[in-house]
């Protein structure tokens, strides 16, 4: 069920856990974004709690990828998540889905939104 709507119709998505190889992970890579910019990025996520979601900014000059926050999963509710972003060089942003050996439901992202401007307190 889409978190926005609340029925079938709306739109978000989904790394299905059914038949999943173990440490199974989906990305989820941006468009290319202007480094010394001041962005948000704000998501709702649906995930087991044995999952986790990690944020990445990725430099395609030499291709290197460095951590910026992750958040695990509560167990079977939407769960609103937000995070600063700032990189002093011109980026990508990863946001990579890890499922454990054990998990048997997915994990759905739902309203994932990049604003310009620092996140609201």
């Not at 202007?34 to 990690?54: F, H, K, Q, R």
């Not at 509560?74 to 990863?94: E, V």
Request: proline share 8%; charged share 15%; aromatic share 12%.
């Amino acid at each position: 069920v889409d978190h926005t709507f609340q029925t079938d119709l709306g739109n978000y998505i989904l790394m299905e856990a059914t038949g999943h190889s173990p440490q199974s992970d989906a990305i989820l890579v941006s468009q290319p974004l202007e480094g010394n910019v001041s962005y948000c990025l704000t998501l709702y996520s649906y995930m087991p709690a044995d999952a986790e979601i990690s944020l990445w900014y990725h430099n395609p000059v030499d291709n290197s990828r460095v951590e910026i926050t992750s958040f695990d999963g509560t167990g079977y509710s939407w769960d609103k998540h937000s995070s600063p972003i700032f990189y002093a060089q011109p980026y990508n942003l990863y946001l990579i889905g890890s499922l454990q050996p054990s998990a048997e439901t997915p994990i759905a992202l739902d309203d994932i939104h990049l604003d310009i401007g620092d996140c609201p307190p």
